[in-house]
């Protein structure tokens, strides 16, 4: 195998789903790829981009298949030094839940030059795009972005934590979790925190449904929503819905804020 004198990794973020939402920098990447490696969520419009005579690999780990992280992270090593620039084509933001961090520090120890082009997270985007902000003035000061599923398949702890404030709260990765969220919201007396689940964001095929916390295994059930999906809890959520109601109105125009704990 001949082996290239400037090998280059670039990790770069797609951005949320819609193909218009990459940054210009991505797009730019991929201009200059000698392979692009590409995840499962990446709408295969974005490869228009690459030269024709770029080499694209799919390397998506949905349900089935079997790309692992080791396989990809050789993968990226190998081709670096066959070809010269791999672009890592990764859904939202690589630095967010996305182990982009991991496959640069894979890559380094083998001299090969390192880049990281942001992409726009989903944890922000899906829910503004249903009109949900994750903050406003008087309704929420701060967001948490929690994983629903850790490595080792349990629910992360720190939704507890977040529960335990006023803050929106962005859970990605936690479809397979909803039952647990639920009753998690109800031991911690936020039954009653409004909720969105919002699949497919920023896309045609985006879908939405609100309620509250402990409505959200039935929201799901009902409507028949599946990955990917962003879930969202707290009271920015019903901005989600329209127009905020008229007693919500008045907590806004008296400058308190409403919460659902009690």
């Known amino acids: ?46 490869l228009e981009h690459c030269p024709a005579e770029t080499e694209k690999i799919y390397v998506g780990k949905r349900p089935g298949e ?13 081709k670096a030094f066959a070809a010269g620039h791999v672009v890592r084509l990764k859904g939202g933001d690589p630095y967010v839940f996305g182990r982009g961090q991991e496959e640069l520090a894979y890559a380094r120890p083998f001299g090969i030059e390192t880049d990281y082009v942001p992409g726009l997270s989903s944890a922000l985007a899906v829910p503004g795009n249903a009109g949900i902000p994750m903050t406003a003035r008087g309704v929420s000061e701060s967001f948490w972005v929690i994983t629903g599923t850790k490595t080792d398949g ?42 969105a689940i919002l699949q497919s964001g920023t896309t045609a095929e985006q879908r939405t449904a609100i309620g509250t916390a402990q409505e959200l295994p039935r929201l799901a059930l009902e409507q ?15 901005y989600g819905s329209g127009t905020p109601s008229t007693d919500w109105q008045e907590f806004l125009q008296n400058g308190q804020f409403f919460d659902t704990r009690g």
């Open 1 to 46: 195998m001949s082996r290239k004198t400037n090998p280059k990794l670039t990790v770069v973020g797609a951005g949320p789903g819609a193909p218009d939402l990459i940054t210009l920098k991505a797009v730019k990447a991929l201009r200059n790829a000698n392979v692009v490696l590409y995840d499962a969520l990446i709408d295969p419009v974005l």
């Open 224 to 238: 028949k929503l599946t990955n990917p999906a962003v879930i969202v809890l707290g009271e920015v959520v019903r």
């Open 154 to 195: 349990s629910l992360s702890r720190d939704l507890c934590l977040a529960l335990c404030s006023t803050a929106t709260i962005v859970v990605l990765m936690g479809m397979n979790k909803l039952q647990e969220i639920a009753d998690l919201c109800v031991q911690m007396g936020r039954a009653d925190v409004p909720a």
């Open 66 to 78: 079997s790309h692992s992280q080791d396989w990809i992270n050789e993968l990226i090593v190998e």
